[in-house]
């Protein structure tokens, strides 16, 4: 019977730990420069945003993996 590996388990937590702020932090980004669309700065800060929404996806997806891999390899 196979245990679960700790080292790895930490490591996509800690994976899923980071991608919660951005989770957030992104649609708050996106909706604030949407709402300053006038402004000059409306593009770099919907670039932001949009990258923060797509690190967020990624980092979740990264952390799922190396979970299950802990659990289950």
């Known amino acids: 019977m ?3 590996d700790r080292r790895l388990l930490g490591k996509g937590i800690k994976h899923l730990a980071g991608s919660l702020p951005l989770a957030v932090a992104g649609p708050v980004i ?3 420069s949407f709402q300053n669309q006038d402004k000059p700065l409306f593009i770099p800060i919907l670039t932001l ?3 923060a929404m797509i690190t967020a996806i990624f980092l979740i997806f990264r952390g799922i ?3 299950t891999k802990a659990i289950f390899d």
């Open 2 to 4: 196979k245990h679960t």
């Open 49 to 51: 945003g949009i990258i």
């Open 65 to 67: 993996m190396i979970v």
């Open 30 to 32: 996106i909706t604030s």
